[in-house]
């Protein structure tokens, strides 16, 4: 088949007489069979974006951005600006994963003064969740300031994951530093009193944490 001195060979292949590269409208399909700009720029097909040099399912390069939605070289998906992705009626293939964190935040209230070893909180995890590094995202605070130094400690069973104080003087406390920790269905976990004041109680807290999983 002809089209304007191009030729569509049996096996499909769009090629001019010649050999040389075919040109649509400024869009480039070279020999290879490589979609390119003549400029070298990015090709737009009805608000896709291929990028120079790379091809949709590319694992490297320049990202690919549909309706907005950007794929960059490392497979993650994101919006081009950074906000959240909405997905309505896109089917992930079985290959692929969209991991998505929902938040899993878990609090409490001593409301009286704790003695050494207190057990202010203590359960048994039904599914997996994660505290974030450091704590990011958690507070604690008490109805008064404290009298003396009081320090609550987080364990995962036996293990300790970390801890918070308040210092003397303040309502408000420091989260120390700790790893990121996931915490596994039957995992029990205890928030226990280790330092006390004893004039202390309303004490809330409330640890950030979420629960992290793939969707396919």
């Given at each position: 088949m002809f089209i304007d001195g191009m030729i569509l060979t049996d096996s499909g292949v769009i090629k001019t007489q010649n050999n040389l590269p075919v040109i649509l409208d400024g869009v480039r399909l070279s020999d290879g069979s490589t979609i390119a700009n003549i400029s070298g720029g990015s090709v737009r097909i009805?608000?896709?974006?291929?990028?120079?040099?790379?091809?949709?399912?590319?694992?490297?390069?320049?990202?690919?951005?549909?309706?907005?939605?950007?794929?960059?070289?490392?497979?993650?998906?994101?919006?081009?600006?950074?906000?959240?992705?909405?997905?309505?009626?896109?089917?992930?293939?079985?290959?692929?994963?969209?991991?998505i964190n929902i938040p899993y935040d878990i609090g409490s209230t001593m409301l009286s003064a704790a003695t050494v070893d207190t057990i202010v909180t203590r359960f048994v995890a039904v599914r997996s969740f994660v505290i974030p590094a450091n704590f990011a995202g958690s507070?604690?605070?008490?109805?008064?300031?404290?009298?003396?130094?009081?320090?609550?400690?987080?364990?995962?069973?036996?293990?300790?994951?970390?801890?918070?104080?308040?210092?003397?003087?303040?309502?408000?406390?420091?989260?120390?530093?700790?790893?990121?920790?996931?915490?596994?269905?039957?995992?029990?976990?205890?928030?226990?009193?280790?330092?006390?004041?004893?004039?202390?109680?309303?004490?809330?807290?409330t640890l950030a944490g979420s629960i992290v999983d793939s969707v396919q």
């Open positions: 009805d608000g896709i974006e291929l990028t120079a040099g790379t091809t949709l399912a590319s694992s490297g390069g320049g990202a690919v951005k549909i309706d907005g939605i950007e794929l960059p070289a490392t497979k993650t998906l994101a919006m081009a600006d950074a906000s959240p992705v909405l997905i309505d009626g896109i089917k992930v293939p079985e290959s692929k994963s969209i991991q507070r604690a605070n008490a109805s008064k300031v404290a009298a003396s130094v009081a320090t609550f400690v987080l364990k995962r069973n036996e293990s300790t994951v970390g801890s918070f104080s308040f210092a003397v003087g303040s309502a408000v406390a420091v989260f120390g530093s700790c790893a990121a920790t996931t915490f596994s269905a039957g995992d029990t976990v205890t928030l226990t009193a280790t330092v006390v004041d004893s004039t202390m109680d309303n004490m809330n807290y």
